[in-house]
């Protein structure tokens, strides 16, 4: 998972750089894009995520186009596809983590994120299949999943994760004694604690941005 997430990012950035080279100056590109030279200097060097709002404007005044930046394509319907994984992420007791693997492209329009996740850096998206029944009715089985996986820190909210090597999607509640983890199936399943010390057992995935179904 891993290499995959960093061979990904390292296509994209190189064709982010190529953008950043058809504008005359970087403090030029900087500024149509609204942040400062160091800022943009952390987006090429993939220290920091760029947000699908300020590659927009770059991209509208380069002549290369969002599609092409995260896809390498030119295509006019303006789709950008989010790459769908083998792992299912479990809304029950828990789903083993093998060998994860890339399925399919799941299509999004331009649209989609400009209004629903403006700030959201693409390059960091995932989706999954959840399975089971314990975070209905917010997730169904077999619904996908969008995961943002530059928030991989433990915070609270709604999350993809890993205890030992079992994958499951939760919300996740911070406490001063450890972590609280939530099913909205209230009625079949019970809310377990972490406790402190055994925090280092959960590796974060990342957070759920989206939810969704294939008809």
Same mark, same amino acid.
């Given at each position: 998972?891993?290499?995959?997430?960093?061979?990904?990012?390292?296509?994209?950035?190189?064709?982010?750089?190529?953008?950043?080279?058809?504008?005359?100056?970087?403090?030029?590109?900087?500024?149509?894009?609204?942040?400062?030279? &160091?800022?943009?200097?952390?987006?090429?060097?993939?220290?920091?995520?760029?947000?699908?709002? *300020?590659?927009?404007?770059?991209?509208?005044?380069?002549?290369?186009?969002?599609?092409?930046?995260?896809? *390498?394509?030119?295509?006019?319907?303006?789709?950008?596809?989010?790459?769908?994984?083998?792992?299912?992420?479990?809304?029950?007791? *828990?789903?083993?983590?093998?060998?994860?693997?890339?399925?399919?492209?799941?299509?999004?329009?331009?649209?989609?994120?400009?209004?629903?996740?403006?700030?959201?850096?693409?390059?960091?998206?995932?989706?999954?299949?959840?399975? /089971?029944?314990?975070?209905?009715?917010?997730?169904?089985?077999?619904?996908?999943?969008?995961?943002?996986?530059?928030?991989?820190?433990?915070?609270? /909210?709604?999350?993809?994760?890993?205890?030992?090597? &079992?994958?499951?999607?939760?919300?996740?509640?911070?406490?001063?004694? *450890?972590?609280?983890?939530?099913?909205?199936?209230?009625?079949?399943?019970?809310?377990?604690?972490?406790?402190?010390?055994?925090?280092?057992?959960?590796?974060?995935?990342?957070?759920?941005?989206?939810? /969704?179904?294939?008809?």
């Amino acid at each position: 998972m891993d290499k995959l997430n960093k061979n990904i990012e390292n296509v994209f950035l190189s064709r982010l750089k190529t953008v950043v080279d058809e504008f005359e100056t970087k403090k030029l590109a900087a500024q149509t894009a609204g942040i400062t030279t &160091m800022q943009l200097d952390r987006w090429l060097s993939g220290a920091s995520n760029p947000p699908f709002k *300020g590659l927009g404007a770059l991209c509208e005044r380069s002549d290369k186009t969002l599609d092409w930046l995260f896809s *390498g394509k030119n295509i006019s319907t303006q789709i950008i596809d989010i790459p769908r994984h083998s792992l299912k992420l479990s809304a029950g007791g *828990g789903s083993p983590v093998d060998r994860v693997k890339f399925v399919d492209n799941i299509p999004f329009t331009c649209e989609f994120f400009q209004k629903k996740l403006p700030y959201t850096s693409i390059t960091n998206l995932m989706i999954f299949d959840a399975a /089971g029944d314990s975070m209905l009715p917010t997730i169904n089985d077999g619904d996908l999943v969008m995961i943002d996986s530059s928030k991989n820190e433990i915070g609270d /909210g709604l999350y993809a994760f890993t205890i030992d090597n &079992m994958a499951h999607i939760k919300r996740l509640q911070q406490t001063i004694d *450890g972590i609280i983890i939530k099913s909205d199936n209230h009625e079949l399943y019970d809310n377990y604690e972490l406790k402190f010390e055994d925090q280092n057992k959960i590796r974060i995935i990342g957070k759920v941005v989206w939810k /969704g179904s294939l008809l």
